[in-house]
């Protein structure tokens, strides 16, 4: 089980840091309902505050907690939600631009957060046929 630990413990904490980031940058560009671009992605308040709230900040409270396969297992649940959003008419609901290079980041993490949460994991539990 080490190498599932370590690979969702590395998850949680880069995510975590790299998301909790993003959140607290997209406000030096947009802190109200309009969209603003940080660098390619389309952010406003709401979405900034879903990077730090749902993403980053819960990322560090797992590395720390030790709960982090937990955490990149849901991870890769909100991102694939996140996915098929970013394919709906934008901004999703009306108010959280999702689309444009949203979708492949979120599928890129997504695809990432479900390697740290299940496929590690099944490497390591295999029987041996020794």
Excluded: C, E
């Excluded at 934008?90 to 959280?96: E, K, N, S, V």
């Amino acid at each position: 089980m080490t190498v599932n630990l370590s690979l969702s413990k590395s998850y949680a904490v880069v995510f975590g840091a790299v998301y909790t980031l993003v959140g607290i940058l997209g406000f030096f560009v947009s802190t109200t309902l309009a969209s603003a671009d940080l660098i390619v992605f389309p952010v406003n308040v709401l979405h900034n505050i879903a990077h730090l709230a749902l993403i980053g900040i819960p990322g560090l409270v797992a590395y720390f907690t030790g709960r982090t396969v937990g955490y990149a297992r849901v991870m890769a649940v909100l991102f694939a939600i996140l996915v098929v959003a970013g394919f709906l008419p934008q901004p999703f609901l009306g108010i959280i631009p999702l689309g444009g290079w949203d979708i492949a980041l979120h599928a890129l993490s997504g695809i990432a957060a479900a390697a740290a949460g299940w496929l590690a994991y099944g490497a390591v539990r295999r029987p041996s046929t020794v």
